[in-house]
């Protein structure tokens, strides 16, 4: 195996795929041979030609950067020598390449795969038949928390578990802030993954149980129960009546083979490293443009994350409203940041830049990878639901807990979270660890699903990508991950406005 890869025959550095030594060589393709200048860790860059002061550093075949001195070949590339190039809201041209959106978009839906899942009565699919307790405000959080306890020695038959989501909010917020939280709970009671839900309010709070309904809609009152804790003399024995009752009646509930464009898969990535986009994510976009052709949908979202690789996505967007529709997405998280007074650059994280990671540019391209190659069909906006199938665009933020939150929220039934550093982690659905380097994989496989470090061992894209489909199609139908079998559920809401 190589120690080093060029990704792109444009590449002006090579990634190091293993720790490597002042004074080693790198022999290229070309046949001229580099020696590193320093040592350099396994994730990082190497020069493999000289690259003068404000010249662009190359990798994906795309500027990352530009250098902020004159960098010697064989030298290590990094935070140290080079910038971003990327500087406030910009204007965007739509150039797609139609002949090509065109010809992706028949193929969309053109295989055929199954699972076993809970079709609903609403139509839609879920991969899990669980109790879901959703608080209105976080002021009954401990009392969700403990019922979930109590009513978890109640399940049986089909249901897998009661769990209580817990979150901060609900209360003491205005305008566009509070009615985001009532969307992503009222969502959440939706979601198909839930057999039934209790919805758990204090009576007292601005979304109130009565204010939530109707963004909830038309709910079966056999499986959607609600209790306001200040009008009951006991909310727990009230809570665990009703909790036995929505157990009785999903416990019933069986598995039926689907079809897998029933699947809406929701695309993360957190703790990157200089490897995410060299395995874990193209292998996740390969595993995007899978699903697609089997008629499914898939989800990418932290916009920030997007920046200085948004063009790639926007000239795949599927027409010109499209197209529109990713601009403001793009510019319109571009001016939340500076109306709050911060920089819009201020990324990748510590753990991004130890892993490798130099630039927002760099950790945007490795990042859009996950969306693979089809044409984006939609852009949704936060807590919107999903209803067109193929690639869609989410705006939600980078935060692993609130994009991957949002991702179910809009209707993914899983995400495939692809990661470098690791993360014990889960969201509201089930929640796959895809490890970037096999490093990680070793050391925490109490908390990673696969390995798509196994590209970096001679396994080919083809190999895994069949690989991991299948056994997507195996979490769908019942397989637990690894943060299922630890028993961790997380969620956590984009807060964005004044709390009073």
Known sequence: MSRFLQIHPEDNVVVCLEPMTKGEKISLSSGEEITLLEDVNAGHKVAIRDISENENVIKYGYAIGHATNDIKTGSWVHTHDIKTNLDGILEYRYEPDTEDISKKITRMGSKESTFEGFVRASGKVGIRNEIWIIPTVGCVNNIATALAKIANTYVKGSVDEVVAFTHNYGCSQTGDDQEHTRTILSDLVNHPNAGGVLVLGLGCENSNIDVLKPYIGKVDESRVKFLVCQESDDEMEDGLKLLKEIIDVASNDK??????????????????????????????????????????????????????????????????????????????????????????????????????????????????????????????????????????????????????????????????????????????????????????????????????????????????????????????????????????????????????
């Open 255 to 500: 598995r039926e083979t689907v079809s897998a464009s029933n699947l809406i898969i929701g695309l993360k990535c957190g703790g990157s490293d200089g490897f995410s986009g060299i395995t874990a994510n193209p292998l996740v976009g390969r595993i995007s443009d899978r699903i697609i052709e089997n008629g499914g949908t898939s989800i990418l979202t932290e916009v920030p994350e997007m920046f200085g690789a948004e063009t790639i996505l926007m000239n795949r967007c599927k027409d010109e409203a499209t197209f529109n529709d990713t601009v403001d997405m793009i510019n319109g998280f571009k001016e939340y940041f500076t109306k709050q007074g911060e920089p819009i650059y201020e990324n990748p994280s510590p753990g991004n830049k130890a892993g490798g990671i130099t630039t927002l540019e760099d950790k945007s391209l490795g990042c859009t990878q996950k969306s693979g190659d089809y044409p984006v069909m939609k852009v949704l906006k936060y807590g919107e639901k999903t209803n067109e199938r193929g690639l869609n665009l989410l705006c939600a933020p980078g935060n692993d807990l609130c994009a991957a939150t949002a991702l179910a929220s809009s209707g993914a039934q899983i995400v495939l979270f692809t990661t470098g550093r690791g993360t014990p982690f889960a969201c509201p659905v089930p929640t796959m660890k895809i490890a970037s380097n096999n490093m990680i994989a070793d050391k925490k496989s109490n908390w990673i699903d696969y390995r798509a470090g196994q590209i970096l061992e001679g396994k080919t894209f083809d190999e895994l990508t069949d690989e991991l489909y299948n056994k997507i199609l195996r979490t769908a139908s019942g397989e637990k991950l690894k943060s299922e079998i630890a028993g961790f559920h997380d969620m956590a809401i984009w807060k964005r406005g004044v709390t009073l």
